[in-house]
């Protein structure tokens, strides 16, 4: 080979080598390294270019592999740009920095308890046959509407409005929700955003979790038998969100994503509590899965503890 070919031949292989290695190393791991990547090529290159004997049509290979490569190597570059400037999104929507919580004074906190009641002759709740998987084991049945005595379980109480600017401090502890007996416990879970929820499978079948949100991001994933636990957190006030399970069609729970610690499950009496609220004026609402929702003004003094039952008409009115 006559040696300005073999020079230029050299030169192309080199360009496109340093272009393969600038994008399979993604040593330029930013825009602005890929560019000044290209501009140190072109300038080793192109003093060669001046005392070479090199075809033009060989110089204009070379260039369209280097202008390739570069090409190549920034959007393989900005590729990677996005895909963290996304997940730095998702990662800041998850834990979005802490506003210091407004203080609350101790020594004047006042609490609202009550029941709440079924008003009307709650259905038999319906039976569950769970044949389809040997995994779950006992009985079970449906939870849409839970009344013992008149007394509905399952709401979920929570202080609406009346909070004003404070903001909370997003507590370390998580909230369980426990697959057992391929059934969820509980059937209706209260969380703070950013709290994390500890998500756990005891039985000897695979569950799918699946929430379905409106307000947050929607995401489902298997857990095996003796898995580890999933810890999940919603970044969103969101109430009465539903989950599922992919695996088994009849298991239903509820989260509810709430910013302030002033919510609380009616448990199988109807009862509930909410301690720890600073004197003012709130709306309380009680939210059922089935029933809908009902608000209740209250006032409360300094140290004061107030009872505000609430009742719930049979077709939600
Ligand atoms: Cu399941």
Redesign the pocket.
Known sequence: MPEDKLHSSRITQEVEDRGRICILKKHSSSRRSARSEFEKLKKEVEPQRKGDTMKKTTWTFATFTLALCALLALAACSKKENTEQSSNTSAEQQAQPAAPATPIDPATVATVNGTVKFDGTAPKAAKIDMSQDPGCKGTNEAETLVVSGGDLANVFVYVKDGLGSRTFDTPKDPVVLE?KG?QYHPHVLGVMTGQTVDIKNTDPTT??IHPTPKDNREWNESQPPSSADIQKTFAREEIMLPVK?N??PW?KMYVNVVKSPFYAVTDKSGKYEIKGLPPGDYTIAFVHEKLGEQDQKVTVAAKETKTVDQSFKAGGE
């Open positions: 697959q391929c569950h799918n399970c695996q088994h298991m």
